[in-house]
Nanobody
Framework: QQQLVESGGGLVQPGGSLRLSCAAS????????VGWFRQAPGKEREGVSC????????VYTDSVKGRFTISRDNAKNTVYLQMNSLKPEDTAVYYC????????????WGQGTQVTVSS
């Protein structure tokens, strides 16, 4: 069982940075693939990035490549999403989710954190 709590969202100007955190209480996140997703008003939820449980390989959606970085801190049982060069189109509620090694389904979700990019 996992409980995930996101934090770090807020209001930032275009070109600014934020770091989102996904803290887990439960078993070690090291055994889970963790993803960040976002949902903007009126749009479907989309996958932003994920980091695998097996080898910590990472994947990014094209629109954030070169700007966002996903990482883990096993000692803190936390996954981060560093977001740089933010654009207004990055505005959304950001969610982290986890799936255990070998599972195809992200079964554990956080409550979301709002990111607003605006001048």
């Amino acid at each position: 069982q996992q409980q995930l709590v996101e934090s770090g969202g807020g209001l930032v100007q275009p070109g600014g940075s934020l770091r989102l955190s996904c803290a887990a209480s439960g078993s070690s996140l090291n055994y889970y693939t963790v993803g960040w997703f976002r949902q903007a008003p009126g749009k479907e939820r989309e996958g932003v990035s994920c980091i695998s449980s097996s080898d910590n390989s990472t994947v990014y959606t094209d629109s954030v490549k070169g700007r966002f970085t996903i990482s883990r801190d096993n000692a803190k049982n936390t996954v981060y999403l560093q977001m740089n060069s933010l654009k207004p189109e990055d505005t959304a509620v950001y969610y982290c989710a986890a799936k255990p090694s070998g599972s195809d389904v992200f079964g554990y979700w956080g409550q979301g954190t709002q990111v607003t990019v605006s001048s």
